[in-house]
């Protein structure tokens, strides 16, 4: 096919092809871009036409790819891309004015501790965006990004697709958060008797700390674990429970009376929370604008602290070099 022959492909056809790819559902497609079930299955007839393939062969729930639909979609990917970073330069985003809505993936920690201080903000500068977030832990962020449905994420994270960008904004300091009554910090003879309560959605009651503690010779008794953040400052309240979180979850925590923080009595790991995106999305004005405010307030407030009250704020496209 030439340039030419481009006259007769509908990219909104190759946008139904990549989701298909992705999602291997009729139904899950056709939710995911807001069309009924007649014109996904319209547009994939029109497929099968255009690259005279039958492209999907279903396979009980789910539609399998041919391998010329595979060998399709490792071209068409990045193309796509390029395409989205083209069009993008061309829209100008004013966050005073601006409707747009933006897709963002939040760790649990982050989502608790971090983003209300940035929902505030936003509030401010951009009254009328619409902010989705979806919980997106590590295994799941490469696969939300490639799939399109989070355009930026933050959490620590693990391998991800070789078109996405990457940019450290803190490290992630394990504190001991406690509730009891006892004096002094504990010791790691305490540490250890004591029972402890984790937080893992997937339900894993084995973490950092214990691994550490395994290295030591020691181990810890797990007694609880629950899937979020927010529920453990009243699972602490008024029992001997303990709980190793990130310094920022520590912080908010203590709003709580009666919930207190203090350093964890073992070395522990400080992995690197990191805020990622898609290639497709790197220039794109309004998503620049986005993670420069999530690289400014998700970073620890060092440089912020230094600047006096009285100065004015950056203006966007000073802030904007924040997160290239």
Same mark, same amino acid.
């Given at each position: 096919?030439? #340039?030419?022959?481009? !006259?007769?492909?509908?990219?909104?056809?190759?946008?139904?092809?990549? &989701?298909?790819?992705?999602?291997?559902?009729?139904?899950?497609?056709?939710? $995911?871009?807001?069309?009924?079930?007649? &014109?996904?299955?319209?547009?994939?007839? #029109?497929?099968?036409?255009?690259?005279?393939?039958?492209?999907?062969?279903?396979?009980?729930? %789910?539609?399998?790819?041919?391998?010329?639909?595979?060998?399709?979609?490792?071209?068409?990917?990045?193309?796509?891309?390029?395409?989205?970073?083209?069009?993008?330069? =061309?829209?100008?985003?004013?966050?005073?004015?601006?409707?747009?809505?933006?897709?963002?993936?939040?760790?649990?920690?982050?989502?608790?501790?971090?983003?209300? !201080?940035?929902? !505030?903000?936003?509030?401010?500068?951009?009254?009328?965006?619409?902010?989705?977030?979806? #919980?997106?832990?590590?295994?799941?962020?490469?696969?939300?990004?490639?799939?399109?449905?989070?355009? +930026?994420?933050?959490?620590?994270?693990?391998?991800?697709?070789?078109? @996405?960008? !990457? $940019?450290?904004?803190?490290?992630?300091?394990?504190?001991?958060?406690?509730?009891?009554?006892?004096?002094?910090?504990?010791?790691?003879?305490?540490?250890?008797?004591?029972?402890? @309560?984790? +937080?893992?959605?997937?339900?894993?009651?084995?973490?950092?700390?214990?691994?550490?503690?395994? #290295?030591?010779?020691?181990?810890?008794? %797990? +007694?609880?674990? %629950?899937?979020?953040?927010?529920?453990?400052?009243?699972?602490?309240?008024?029992?001997?429970?303990?709980?190793? %979180?990130?310094?920022?979850?520590? $912080?908010?925590?203590?709003?709580?009376?009666? +919930?207190?923080?203090?350093? @964890?009595?073992?070395?522990?790991?400080?992995?690197?929370?990191?805020?990622?995106?898609?290639?497709?999305?790197?220039?794109? =004005?309004?998503?620049?604008?986005?993670?420069?405010? =999530?690289?400014?307030?998700? =970073?620890?407030?060092?440089?912020?602290?230094?600047?006096? $009250?009285?100065?004015?704020?950056?203006?966007?496209?000073?802030?904007?070099?924040?997160?290239?």
């Amino acid at each position: 096919m030439n #340039r030419n022959d481009l !006259r007769r492909a509908d990219i909104n056809l190759l946008v139904v092809f990549e &989701t298909m790819m992705h999602e291997r559902n009729v139904s899950r497609v056709g939710e $995911k871009l807001f069309l009924g079930q007649p &014109t996904i299955s319209g547009a994939l007839s #029109r497929l099968r036409v255009l690259f005279d393939d039958p492209l999907f062969i279903r396979a009980g729930r %789910v539609m399998e790819p041919t391998a010329r639909a595979e060998e399709i979609f490792a071209n068409l990917a990045p193309a796509l891309d390029g395409i989205a970073a083209a069009l993008s330069r =061309c829209q100008p985003f004013d966050p005073r004015t601006s409707e747009t809505t933006f897709h963002v993936g939040l760790s649990d920690d982050v989502e608790y501790a971090l983003l209300p !201080r940035l929902l !505030r903000h936003l509030r401010v500068e951009a009254p009328n965006i619409t902010l989705i977030v979806l #919980r997106v832990d590590q295994q799941q962020m490469s696969q939300r990004l490639m799939n399109g449905d989070i355009s +930026v994420g933050i959490s620590h994270t693990l391998d991800l697709p070789a078109n @996405a960008h !990457r $940019k450290g904004l803190r490290p992630i300091r394990p504190m001991l958060l406690r509730a009891d009554i006892r004096p002094g910090a504990l010791g790691l003879e305490e540490f250890c008797r004591r029972p402890h @309560a984790v +937080v893992s959605s997937m339900g894993n009651a084995t973490d950092d700390t214990d691994h550490a503690l395994g #290295r030591l010779g020691r181990q810890r008794k %797990v +007694v609880l674990t %629950v899937p979020q953040f927010s529920a453990l400052p009243m699972l602490l309240a008024q029992s001997d429970l303990l709980a190793i %979180v990130p310094d920022y979850v520590a $912080k908010a925590m203590t709003s709580v009376e009666g +919930v207190r923080a203090e350093p @964890a009595p073992l070395p522990l790991p400080t992995p690197e929370l990191s805020m990622v995106w898609r290639a497709a999305t790197h220039s794109d =004005c309004g998503q620049r604008w986005l993670r420069s405010r =999530c690289s400014a307030f998700f =970073c620890e407030p060092v440089e912020l602290q230094m600047v006096p $009250k009285s100065r004015p704020a950056l203006h966007n496209d000073q802030a904007l070099l924040a997160a290239r």
